[in-house]
């Protein structure tokens, strides 16, 4: 498993206000990924002039969890699974969600921590 991405993914009720911190720190729109999954969420991703990046989507709660972006979903999800990680409690939460351009999903570490687990379909550039 080869990790290609590892940053900071908001879930926030209000991603508006979020965006606007991090955008007064000095990030700036570098992605927008529109209607993800049957609840149309949006994904915004951010970048820096240091090339640090940081996710903020709209949810129905408020959760910071860690994206890990890989180049192999299923074996980063086997690989998660043997070190203890499981699928969360809640029901969307747990399933797997593909877009034309990735698949995604959650897991929850033996103490607790979320990673959001990503592969990106390159051949869909």
């Given at each position: 498993m080869k990790i290609t991405t590892f940053n900071p993914l908001i879930i926030t009720k209000d991603p508006d206000a979020t965006i606007e911190l991090f955008e007064a720190m000095g990030f700036k729109q570098h992605h927008v990924k529109d209607n993800i999954s049957e609840i149309k969420t949006t994904d915004v991703r951010l970048k820096n002039e240091n090339g640090f990046y940081v996710d903020v989507a709209q949810g129905d709660g408020e959760y910071s969890m860690i994206r890990v972006n890989v180049d192999d979903f299923d074996e980063a999800i086997d690989f998660f699974m043997a070190h203890g990680f499981r699928k969360p409690h809640h029901e969307r939460g747990a399933?797997?969600?593909?877009?034309?351009?990735?698949?995604?999903?959650?897991?929850?570490?033996p103490t607790g921590y979320i990673l959001a687990v990503s592969q990106h379909m390159k051949n869909n550039d």
């Open positions: 399933k797997v969600v593909s877009t034309r351009s990735s698949k995604y999903t959650i897991v929850v570490s």
